[in-house]
């Protein structure tokens, strides 16, 4: 492999590691707004804006696992390239995970909106950034799943072309 090749790699798995990084960060803070708010909205007895908070708590830890997840698949997948294994089994599977978990980070934001617009208040400050955020994961999910497809017919045409030599 090139060294071009493995520098761009490694590139894009630092790339992985300061947006996780970065998403820690952010999940943290939005964790802490929705810890806060609970014991608020306990004291002041508002049970609305008490299951809105818990409910935003909640889709900011499940975005969490699943955006970790498709970094980490991504990461492991940039690693098997740097070692020029692209069309393996192994690959496809990274890339169906990785359009898996954007797909379901999509779903969980798209529940988010929906819930956002039935609540109203100030919650609706959020629609922007969250169509935003749903647009890029069901985007990302399928460029991902396309990819897959390809890796299939990839890998099978690789095999093919071992076993005839």
């Known amino acids: 492999m090139s060294k071009r090749m493995n520098l761009v790699f490694t590139l894009l798995q630092i790339i992985a590691v300061v947006i996780a990084i ?29 299951a809105y908070s818990v409910f935003a708590l909640l889709t900011v830890v499940a975005m969490a696992v699943f955006s970790y997840g498709a970094l980490f698949f991504f990461f ?18 990274g890339m169906h995970r990785i359009a898996v978990c954007c797909g379901l980070c999509g779903l969980i934001l798209f529940q988010a909106l929906a819930v956002t617009l039935l609540y109203g208040g100030f919650a609706l400050f959020f629609l922007e950034l969250l169509a935003l955020l749903i647009a890029a994961y069901l985007a990302i999910g399928l460029v991902a799943y396309a990819l897959e497809l390809l890796l299939h017919r990839a890998t099978a045409i690789q095999q093919e072309n071992d076993l005839t030599i």
């Open 76 to 93: 492991t997948l940039c690693q098997r390239l740097k070692h020029a294994t692209a069309f393996t089994p192994a690959n496809e599977k």
């Open 22 to 50: 970065c998403g820690t960060l952010a999940a943290v803070y939005l964790g802490i707004i929705g810890v806060t708010g609970i014991i608020l909205f306990l004291e002041m007895k508002d049970y609305g804006f008490l």
